[in-house]
């Protein structure tokens, strides 16, 4: 069992012959513990609705200027039936927290996914009551995925304010008791963290590995923040560049709305970051399912995913959401895949799997 100060030491400047090992070191207790075969978990972008407020998040309900889209019952189960033609195992339903998509909805949606299809359901829906997280275990869903985002208390809530487009409050959320919750309804739970949020540590990041641990997920994924210029975060990221002393910068920082007082100490939101924590994930949970994220293949669309796949993890999320719709669901930008149709962003999966010299899950069907 790594300890703190071991992973502590790993994810300080990951780089060169080091980080090197310790992605070796993942690989081959991947390779071990869960095979070659990398899972191909079909996500569908039900809605770009959001509630929240989230500081660093392109579906947020204050932007202003982007088209709000909700996918049709019909069009999420065309989604979903590509998944299967496709030789996927798992369908991942995520949405922004959108009060036009009722629990009632979701629990026909994934029932009819069952029924016609035989595919696991993992839902990534963001915060809802318990009512509705055990109305849809009943409907069939399997798996949940709520990412703590960080486990640093303060800077959750810095990031997380209160008051949303309705005015949804996040700022009080345990989302570590809410996984427990879900765990006890029947739920496997996955989580994971952005990695290089403005005001972040390596000792948080150390600290949120420690917590997946102690809370024995079944699935993390982690990826890199990335600044979107149309967030209050993404404008804080412009006066974080300027000189500590530049008169400009206190204002800009307020004007973002961004208080947080360590806004300077940041981790790097680096590819190199995302296959250290990966691989650290690996060794701290040496069966659990990890996936390469999107965010990694967005900063490096040639290798990203295939280096991700070689430190550690084995799943990849191809997106199978109707390309009329995939700039919309503009979380970041640039995000992998905007401009592909479900066919080519599964032929890439495939591409990059093989790459790395592993075996799709499609292969097996
Ligand atoms: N609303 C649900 C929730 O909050 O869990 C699911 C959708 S939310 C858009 C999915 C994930 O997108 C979040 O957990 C967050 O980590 C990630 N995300 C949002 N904005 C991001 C950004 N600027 N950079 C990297 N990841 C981001």
């Not at 982007?66 to 989604?79: F, K, N, P, S």
């Not at 993390?220 to 002393?245: C, N, R």
């Not at 796949?309 to 503009?330: D, F, W």
């Amino acid at each position: 069992m790594l300890s703190y100060d071991e992973i502590l030491a790993h994810l300080t400047e990951p780089s060169g012959d080091r980080l090197e090992r310790l992605r070796r070191r993942a690989d081959a207790l991947r390779r071990e513990r869960v095979g070659d075969v990398v899972y191909l978990r079909g996500l569908i972008e039900l809605s770009n609705h959001c509630r929240r407020n989230c500081l660093y998040c392109g579906v947020r309900a204050g932007r202003r200027g982007i088209a709000r889209y909700r996918m049709t019952i019909d069009e999420v189960l065309q989604a979903a039936s590509l998944a299967k033609r496709f030789g996927y195992g798992t369908v991942v339903l995520q949405a922004g927290e959108d009060a036009g998509l009722s629990d009632e909805t979701i629990a026909e949606i994934i029932a009819a996914i069952k029924q016609k299809f035989s595919l696991i359901v993992t839902l990534s829906l963001g915060e809802r009551p318990d009512s509705a997280f055990l109305r849809w275990k009943e409907a069939g869903a399997d798996r949940y995925l709520m990412r703590l985002e960080t486990s640093n208390r303060r800077l959750f809530e810095a990031i997380h304010p209160s008051g949303g487009g309705d005015g949804g409050v996040a700022k009080t959320t345990d989302r570590v008791a809410m996984l427990g919750r879900l765990r006890q309804m029947g739920y496997q739970i996955g989580s994971g963290v952005m990695i290089g949020i403005p005001g972040q540590t390596t000792e948080d990041l150390a600290r949120d590995l420690m917590l997946f641990s102690e809370l024995r997920l079944d699935m993390v994924g982690s990826g890199p923040y990335l600044p979107h210029s149309d967030t209050p975060l993404g404008k804080a990221a412009e006066a974080l560049a300027l000189p500590q002393d530049d008169p400009r910068r206190a204002a800009l920082l307020r004007q973002a709305g961004w208080r947080y007082p360590e806004a300077d100490r940041q981790v790097v939101p680096s590819n190199e970051m995302a296959f250290a924590m990966i691989a650290l994930t690996r060794l701290l949970l040496p069966g659990a399912n990890i996936p390469s994220t999107t965010a990694i293949a967005t900063l490096d669309g040639q290798h990203g995913r295939a280096m991700g796949l070689r430190s550690g993890a084995n799943v990849v999320m191809p997106n199978l959401t109707p390309t009329k719709y995939r700039a919309l669901y503009e979380i970041y930008p640039n995000k992998a895949a905007t401009l592909e149709t479900p066919d080519q962003t599964h032929a890439a999966a495939i591409r990059q799997i093989r790459d790395a010299g592993l075996i799709p899950e499609s292969d097996r069907a």
